[in-house]
């Protein structure tokens, strides 16, 4: 059974850092590719920064230069590190975990990860 548990959010000022952390049971971190996605109120899910298996990641244009997606394979987890924070960063930040090679070419996309964790919440104020 895969579960994923993230942790890190919290509050945090406009202009400061935050690191999330994802820990990964009954699932290896570089099978395939595994991603941040966030939900702010009102607005549909969206991926932020994916990491496929061979090491390739890839970042969300409006967090590019900010947030850094890595993986510890030995700890099996994965990270984001988040700095120069926005309020409209401000968003429930889920880990995803694929279960297909699919992923490789569209790791961005929702529909391409099949298991979800129960989300860290982040908020931004200004």
């Known amino acids: 059974q895969v579960q994923l548990v993230e942790s890190g959010g919290g509050p945090v000022q406009s202009g400061g850092s935050l690191r999330l952390s994802c820990s990964a049971s009954?699932?290896?971190?570089?099978?395939?590719?595994m991603g941040w996605f966030r939900q702010g109120p009102g607005k549909e899910r969206e991926g932020v920064a994916a990491?496929?298996?061979?090491?390739?990641?890839t970042h969300a244009d409006s967090v590019k230069g900010r947030f850094t997606i890595s993986q510890d394979n030995t700890k099996n987890t994965l990270y984001l590190q988040m700095n120069d924070l926005k309020p409209e960063d401000t968003a429930m930040y889920y880990c995803?975990?694929?279960?297909?090679?699919?992923?490789?070419?569209?790791?961005?996309?929702?529909?391409?990860?099949?298991?979800w964790g129960q989300g860290t919440q982040v908020t931004v104020s200004s």
């Open positions: 995803a975990a694929s279960r297909e090679w699919t992923c490789f070419e569209i790791p961005l996309v929702r529909t391409e990860y099949s298991y």
């Open positions: 009954g699932y290896i971190v570089n099978r395939y590719c």
């Open positions: 990491i496929v298996r061979d090491g390739r990641t």
